[in-house]
Every structure is written in structure tokens, then in C-alpha cells.
């Protein structure tokens, strides 16, 4: 965890203006740079299949994404569009509520880059596990797609891209709006919880939906709200950041699903997303993450301020 210190993660939503009307302007400030400076990501290449006028080419109007393309331009348009996400953030901090971009991380003077990377090297080993468990279960699901050829330049656009998509909503997630629900009490369950129904919400829309209407979405919720209370817990959004990257950049690079929205060059296809698996393989793996990185502490805050021993 993040060194003793007198202010808190949630204590820095006293910083600079707090009135509630710059927290309507932030959120569209940051809607503005993502939906609408960002889709100019996704538009060119769009306005390009009509130009092109290739037969193989078509827009998936559920997802506004191209099929029959390289799977690499979807993949970059994307995740480009979430670089504007992170520009959208920092004017709302730093310009409409004027205080220090990076209190929306952590409330130490520096960013905590070894917590980040045992975030990502435990969750990235969890859910590797869970893939081979899931592969002993029921093999059939996974199919080898594996071609060295669009893999290999796949993976260098993914490692550069993919921790900048996810870290983009870590920072709008468990930063920006986490802090911001925390003018309205301090009870990390409830917190956390509200965080998880804000982050379930814009992954109404993804296609994988179609494996369980209830399940998926209860999915979404659980990584939000996990992500939500590791980043109170560890006062930081350090670990989040982490695990948060490894579980995308797992996804885009050795086990992608056929269903998926932005499918990618991986080395397995997932043919069938069973979401009961995905559910409880994800409690799960929540448990031990939780439990690995906080094993040391002597007991759970209840309320900010409280102190406690290092995590690590």
C-alpha cells in the first residue's frame, strides 16, 4: 500500500472547487473529448470503407466498428479514441476543478510503479490460470488462431495501446468518479458498489451481452466495483491500473472471444463464452488478489483517515 499519510485517496476531492455544478461541466468535458473528439478515431476509417467501396468491407452498426478489415484497424481507431478519454479527464481536473492531475491517483507525492506492476503480474497470472482451468473443463471452446505473421506486429500496437485504453478508464473509473461519489459518504461497500453500476453501465452495449443478460452485466459490475475497493483500500489507484491492464491486454493477445466487440490477432479463440465460469472464476480470482496483496493488513478501514499497516 501507499506510505502512511494524513490525507487520504478520497480526501483529495477537497482539493480545488468542489461545487457540484464543475462536476456536471467535468463530465461533459470529458464526455466531449471521448465521444466526440475521440470518434474522429473511429469516423476516418469508417468514411474510408464508403469510399473504398470494397464488397468485403462493412460497418457493424450495433458495434460502428468495420468488419472484414485487418482487425488491426478497428483495434487502434478504438483505442485511440480512449487517448482522448485520458485529455477529457485532465482538463476536468486540472482546469475545471483546478487541482493537481494526479490527485486522482494516489495522494503521495510519486506513483507507486512497483504496486502497479504486482497488480499486473498477479492478475495477469490469475487469469492466465483461470483460462487453463476453464481449457481442462471444456477444451472444445478454445481453438488455436495463432499466425506469427499478424500476431507479432499485433502485439507491439497492443502493448502500447491496450494500457492506454484501460488506464484511460481507471483514471475516468476509480479516480474521477470514485472521489467525486465520495462527497456523498465515506462507506467504502457503497462506494464501490455505486462505482461497479457506473462501470456496468456503457458495457450495456457490448455484444457479449448475448451469452447472459443478467450474468455479463453482474460481470461488469464486479470488476468495477473490485476495482473500486482495492483502490480504497490501497489508497491508490495503483493496483487497479495494473490488474486492469493485464486482464485487457490477456484478452487482446492470447485468449480473445469470437463474440467480442474488437476482436484482435490472438494466439486462442474462445467459441463460447460461458458466463457462469466467467462469474465466479472472477469472484474468485478477486478473493486471491485481494488476499496476496493484502495479507499483511491488520484490519479493513471502515472510513477515511483511518491508518494502517502497509500492505507489502
Do not use: C
Not at 70 to 79: E, G, K
Not at 190 to 211: C, D, K, Q, R, Y
Amino acid at each position: 500500500m501507499e506510505e502512511s499519510l494524513e490525507e487520504s485517496f478520497l480526501d483529495q476531492v477537497r482539493l480545488g472547487h468542489t461545487e457540484w455544478y464543475r462536476y456536471f461541466f467535468g463530465v461533459v468535458s470529458i464526455l466531449f473529448f471521448w465521444l466526440v473528439l475521440g470518434s474522429l478515431f473511429v469516423v476516418v476509417p469508417l468514411v474510408w470503407v464508403m469510399i473504398d467501396g470494397d464488397p468485403e468491407t462493412a460497418v457493424d452498426l450495433q458495434t460502428g466498428l468495420i468488419t472484414g478489415v485487418n482487425p488491426m484497424i478497428n483495434y487502434v481507431a478504438l483505442n485511440l479514441s480512449f487517448g482522448m478519454m485520458i485529455v477529457g479527464v485532465f482538463v476536468a481536473v486540472r482546469f475545471v476543478h483546478g487541482r493537481p492531475f494526479r490527485s486522482i491517483i494516489t495522494p503521495a507525492k510519486r506513483f507507486n510503479w512497483r504496486r502497479m506492476w504486482q497488480g499486473f503480474g498477479l492478475w495477469l497470472l490469475l487469469v492466465t490460470l483461470a483460462s487453463v482451468v476453464e481449457y481442462l473443463i471444456n477444451p472444445e471452446i478454445y481453438t488455436v488462431v495463432f499466425n506469427a505473421r499478424r500476431f507479432l506486429p499485433f502485439a507491439l500496437v497492443a502493448l502500447l495501446l491496450t494500457p492506454m485504453q484501460t488506464t484511460a478508464e481507471e483514471l475516468l473509473f476509480r479516480g474521477y468518479l470514485l472521489q467525486a461519489t465520495g462527497h456523498l459518504g465515506r462507506n467504502f461497500v457503497v462506494l464501490s458498489l455505486v462505482n461497479g453500476i457506473l462501470f456496468m453501465l456503457p458495457h450495456l452495449g457490448n455484444p457479449e451481452l448475448a451469452a447472459s443478460v443478467i450474468l455479463l452485466p453482474l460481470f461488469y459490475l464486479s470488476i468495477g466495483a473490485f476495482f473500486a475497493t482495492i483502490t480504497l483500500q490501497d489508497n491508490s489507484a495503483a493496483l487497479a491500473i495494473g490488474a486492469h491492464a493485464a486482464n485487457n491486454l490477456y484478452s487482446a493477445l492470447f485468449a480473445n472471444y469470437t463474440g467480442s466487440a474488437l476482436q484482435t490477432e490472438s494466439i486462442f479463440l474462445v467459441t463460447e463464452l460461458d458466463a457462469v465460469y466467467a462469474l465466479v472464476s472472477f469472484w474468485a480470482m478477486a478473493v486471491i488478489f485481494y488476499l496476496v496483496l493484502f495479507r499483511r493488513r491488520k484490519e479493513v478501514p471502515l472510513a477515511v483517515g483511518s491508518t494502517q499497516d502497509d500492505a507489502v
